[in-house]
């Protein structure tokens, strides 16, 4: 299979075949397998403290008193350290000692990353995902996006976005800037009170170099060592719109 390689400029330089991980039978799900595994291992162990509710001393008078034989505090009649009590022991208490890791197979792993990578050649899938493209500009557009090292040169958000804009790449940033929403729940007390959509995925030799784009409202830089489930299928959903340089694109050549 044969795809364009465009210049800065957004024009067809020529084309290259592509590697054989882009013909790979792809499996949506072990993608939303993986993500779910590696989305889950990623949290952060949260638990009370174990003497939480116990440090109070208490009695009980024993039987035939007439009264319930529950530790009270010495000289009253309030009760501690049951789970039952007021400023007693939590009942069913969060431990960090918890295993949050989730295991998967490392075949399955593997085999979920070359899917997510090659359902980036799918004009459906992209299409699925919600990414909006300029039907004028990409009519003609091959997948996945190939274009030369040069952009690797760009130094300049504005020159960035000129790039963007002659691929017609750049009205799923503009999607992506005007859907930043507020999040619902308690995460807007915690910190993270905005959600924002993903955008474009740029893929090169160095992230260094492409940090004219990562300023740009939901684009996402990576190179071929840093490509994970997560930046290529956000969300566990395949498709993520990507553009690769040509030397990514021959360093897929020896990964399937």
Request: net charge positive; charged share 25%.
């Amino acid at each position: 299979m044969k795809v364009n390689v465009y210049n800065i400029d957004g024009e067809v330089e020529k084309q290259i075949d592509l590697p054989t991980v882009f013909e790979i039978m792809p499996r949506e799900d072990l993608i939303h397998k993986a993500f779910k595994a590696i989305t889950l291992s990623l949290r952060q162990p949260y638990g009370s403290s174990p003497a939480a509710g116990t440090r109070r001393v208490g009695h009980n008078l024993g039987p035939n008193h007439g009264i319930s034989r529950i530790p009270r505090i010495a000289g009253g009649s309030r009760g501690v350290l049951l789970a039952s009590m007021v400023g007693g022991r939590s009942a069913h208490s969060p431990r960090s000692d918890k295993v949050l890791y989730k295991k998967i197979n490392s075949k399955e792993l593997k085999y979920a990353r070359l899917s997510a990578i090659a359902l980036t050649a799918s004009k459906e899938h992209i299409i699925k995902r919600g990414h909006r493209l300029d039907e004028d500009t990409t009519s003609n557009l091959t997948f996945p996006i190939v274009v030369d090292n040069d952009i690797e040169s760009i130094n300049k958000a504005k020159d960035a976005m000129k790039f963007l804009q002659n691929l017609g790449l750049l009205d799923d940033v503009i999607r992506a800037k005007n859907g930043v929403k507020i999040r619902p729940g308690r995460g807007k007390m915690r910190n993270r009170p905005y959600k924002h959509p993903k955008s474009v995925l740029i893929v090169g030799s160095s992230q260094e170099k492409l940090r004219a784009f990562a300023g740009l409202p939901g684009v996402d830089v990576a190179t071929i060592n840093s490509l994970s489930i997560r930046k290529l299928a956000p969300g566990g959903n395949p498709g993520r719109l990507t553009v690769y340089t040509e030397n990514v694109i021959e360093q897929l050549r020896g990964v399937y």
